[in-house]
């Protein structure tokens, strides 16, 4: 190869290094070289076939117009592996049965079986996403009061088009265990890749740790975050099992760049940002910045459209399966609890009429499903709500509870409120004490103590106290 050849190449470089940073440069670039320039065709080698794909999916234009604006006559940029040793154990390993009577229920989800990602495995075993469950979609989604606003937002999120305004980033849907945001959630996935406009990536925040750690083992990290950045949505469910300091500094810094980057980011959670502990303030303000919708528990309505939606799902494949309707208003009623009990509640029956051959009948219904009735569940009591009823109750504002005073008159509704907290929530005691205008957890702790003393001996105090539990938790 010529001296002004190689010059060229290292002139064409330069303009590619400032053209997409440092970074982006040295993860892909940096190993490419030139092979040869033959009547327009630029011969450029990369040593994996990762890189190749990588290179030739996002940057052939870019390192194309890079030799054009250096060479004119440069037509045509081609790409090749350098070693042709092909190594038979990088190939893609078949994918483990999931051990479901359906093979083909579980799949990325991109709608055309194949995963998401290119060429390298262990870049593909991070960015696969995780299994999605084919009857979790729009259709089987039955709205009702307490989900609208969820379902509604979500919807948006599917169906933008490329290249629209994000109108809510992130959008973070929370609610307690089986009230349909994995369901949500894996609908977004479905519906965004059926249309096709942008790739939506669904991961469990579990899945994100191990792609992340797994990644980083094979020190492919920068190709990971790069990976990432090339995602149009990113679903992330279950955040609150998130752990870990590297893994939420990732984190932080995914979720900041595919924001900025104008990429959509839907959150699952079953709390709200402000509850997420082990999270630094800059992650949870980040999260807390686009549209936080709750759902609330499903309702009495909801629960028998569900039934009803069910029924008529299974008899798809189970055509003798009938459940009367007074059956299912009272599986509605009895059985309150969530979404998967519902579901579990028509499996028994159905098991049960197809093992027995015996119509479903209500006195059936009642037989089979009674371990499943429970009592209400109890509410999921906020701080914030807390800190209000208490301070409506003594009335003093939520500012005083928070604040420094040290007044009686503010010093006791504040450890009152301190020892709900602890009582009614999950919190730990440095949360609660962030919560409280930033105490320290020992002052949670003695507040607690305190009450805890006091209700002992104080029977108008202890009254006092049962009827703020109960209107929390009505
Ligand atoms: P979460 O992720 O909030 O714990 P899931 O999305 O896993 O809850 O829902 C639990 C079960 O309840 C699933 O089988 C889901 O399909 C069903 N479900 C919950 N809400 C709805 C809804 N609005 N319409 C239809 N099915 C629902
Ligand atoms: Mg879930």
């Known amino acids: 190869m010529s001296n002004g050849e190689q010059e060229s190449w290292a002139r064409v470089k330069e303009r590619l290094r400032a053209e997409v940073g440092d970074d982006v440069y040295s993860s892909w670039f940096a190993r490419m070289d030139l092979e040869a320039i033959e009547e327009g065709a630029v011969r450029l080698s990369v040593p994996t076939r990762f ?23 440069v037509t045509r940029v081609e790409l090749i592996v350098r070693s042709a040793v092909l190594r038979t154990a990088m190939l893609p390993k078949a994918k483990p049965d999931m051990g479901l009577d359906n093979g083909s229920r579980y799949t990325n989800g991109n709608g055309n079986g194949r995963p998401l990602s290119v060429g390298d495995p262990s870049v593909h075993e991070a960015l696969g996403g995780s299994p999605l469950d084919s009857r979790l979609t729009f259709e089987t989604f039955v709205i009702g009061r307490s989900n609208t606003l969820a379902h509604a937002a979500a919807k948006q999120v599917a169906s933008a088009k490329r290249g629209d305004a994000v109108m809510f980033n992130p959008l973070y849907i929370h609610s307690g265990v089986g009230l ?3 369901h949500l959630l894996q609908a977004v ?11 939506v990536l669904y991961l469990t ?25 090339g995602i149009g949505v990113l679903v992330i469910d279950d955040l609150q099992f998130l752990q870990g300091k590297s893994t939420q500094a990732e984190f932080c810094h995914t979720l900041n760049a595919l924001i900025d980057a104008g990429r959509q ?20 303000s980040r999260l807390a910045g686009g549209l ?3 759902m609330g528990p499903l309702g009495e309505e909801l629960r028998f459209e569900i039934l009803k939606a069910r029924v008529l799902a299974a008899r798809a494949h189970h055509p003798a399966f009938d459940v009367p309707l007074p059956v299912l208003g009272y599986i509605a009623k009895t059985v309150t609890h ?5 579901e579990g509640a028509l499996n028994r029956l159905l098991a049960h009429n197809k093992l027995t051959g015996h119509a479903v009948t209500l006195e059936m219904a009642e037989r089979e499903v009674r371990d499943l009735i429970r009592p209400q569940e109890p509410k999921r009591v ?56 930033g105490r320290d957890h020992t002052t949670v702790l003695h507040a607690v103590r305190k009450i805890e003393g006091l209700v002992g001996n104080d029977m108008a105090l202890a009254e006092e106290i049962e009827i703020l539990k109960r209107q929390l938790q009505e």
């Open 338 to 342: 969530n979404g998967r009990d519902l």
């Open 265 to 284: 980011v839907v959150i699952a959670s079953d709390r709200p940002p402000s509850d997420l502990e082990s999270l630094d303030d800059r992650v949870r």
């Open 189 to 199: 996935t479905w519906a965004g890749n059926a249309a096709g406009e942008r790739k």
């Open 51 to 73: 890189l190749k794909s990588w290179i030739q999916s996002h940057y052939a234009e870019r390192v194309l117009a890079c030799w054009q604006a250096q060479e004119g006559k």
């Open 292 to 294: 936080v919708v709750e």
């Open 382 to 437: 906020k701080i914030e709500d807390i800190q209000r009823v208490v301070a409506r109750q003594y009335n003093v504002s939520r500012s005083d509870l928070l604040s420094s005073r040290r007044t009686a008159n503010v010093v006791r509704p504040r450890q009152v409120a301190m020892y709900l907290a602890k009582t009614l929530t999950l919190r730990s005691l440095p949360e609660i004490g962030r919560r409280f205008g």
């Open 180 to 182: 349909g945001k994995t």
């Open 205 to 229: 925040a579990e899945k994100f740790m191990y792609g992340f750690v797994s990644a980083l083992r094979t020190q492919t990290a920068l190709a990971f975050k790069e990976a990432l950045r």
